[in-house]
C-alpha cells in the first residue's frame, strides 16, 4: 500500500527565515504528488503539483517543491516565511485507485 | 470559474442520530470522493463513485453509505452516529476525460455530535 510520510509533526520559524517541510513516499512507480495548506478550520486549498516533466516545481504563494526520485521525496521550500503562512501543511500521493492518500501532515508555527 | 459545492457547511447532531452531507462536483466532472478528517487528523478516503457506480471504498464505516446521482453529485449518509464521527468532511471531484486524474476539493462540512 502506497504511504505518505513527514517527518516533522510541527515546525517553528521566523518570518523572513527559509523554510523546507519534508515528505517521503513509499510508491512503486512515480506517482502524481501534491501540496495542499490547511489554515485552522479550513478547507483544503492546494499549494503545487507534480505529474511528470521538471522536477522543480512552482505553486501558488512562493512555494516551489522539487521530486526526487533517488530519495522518493517532494520536499516543500519557501525561501522567505510570511506570518500568514502558519498553517497545517499536506503532502499526498495519487495511489493506484486514483484516491489521494495523505502524509499526517505538519504544522508551520511563525515567529514575529 | 465553478468548484466543488458542499452542503451544508456546518452540521450539528445528536449520538444515534442520521446525517446526510451532500456534494455538487464541478460541472463535467464525473468522478467523486469522500474523505474524512477527524480533528488534527490527516485526511481519510472514504469512497468513490465514477459513472454513478461505487469506483473505490476506503475505511468507511458500515453504518455510512453513500451514492451518486444522475447529476453526479453525491450524497454521504451516516447513521447511529458516534462521538467519534465529529469531523471535517471533504469532498473531491476530478474528470477522468483529463490526461491526469487531479482531485478538486470542496469546502468540506464540518459534523459534530453531541
Known amino acids: 500500500a502506497q504511504s505518505v510520510t513527514q517527518p516533522d509533526i510541527h515546525i517553528t520559524v521566523s518570518e523572513g527565515a527559509s523554510l523546507e517541510l519534508r515528505c517521503n513516499y513509499s510508491y512503486g512507480a512515480t506517482p502524481y504528488l501534491f501540496w495542499y495548506v490547511q489554515s485552522p478550520g479550513q478547507g483544503l486549498q492546494l499549494l503545487l503539483k507534480y505529474f511528470s516533466g521538471d522536477t522543480l516545481v512552482q505553486g501558488i504563494k512562493g512555494f516551489e517543491a522539487e521530486f526526487k526520485r533517488s530519495q522518493s521525496s517532494f520536499n516543500l521550500r519557501k525561501p522567505s516565511v510570511h506570518w500568514s503562512d502558519a498553517a497545517e501543511y499536506f503532502c499526498a500521493v495519487e495511489d493506484y485507485g486514483q484516491n489521494f492518500v495523505f502524509g499526517p501532515g505538519t504544522r508551520l508555527s511563525v515567529l514575529p | 470559474a465553478a468548484g466543488v459545492i458542499q452542503s451544508p457547511r456546518h452540521l450539528i447532531k445528536e449520538k444515534r442520530e442520521t446525517a446526510t452531507l451532500k456534494c455538487y462536483p464541478i460541472?463535467?466532472?464525473?468522478?467523486v470522493y469522500w474523505y474524512q478528517q477527524g480533528p488534527g487528523q490527516d485526511p481519510q478516503f472514504l469512497i468513490s463513485f465514477y459513472e454513478k457506480m461505487q469506483s473505490d471504498k476506503g475505511s468507511i464505516p458500515d453504518r455510512f453509505s453513500a451514492q451518486q446521482f444522475s447529476d453526479y453529485h453525491s450524497e454521504l449518509n451516516m447513521s447511529s452516529l458516534e462521538l467519534g464521527d465529529s469531523a471535517l468532511y471533504f469532498c473531491a471531484s476530478s474528470s477522468t476525460g483529463g490526461i491526469y486524474n487531479e482531485q478538486f476539493f470542496g469546502p468540506g462540512t464540518r459534523l459534530t455530535v453531541l
Open positions: 460541472p463535467r466532472h464525473d468522478t
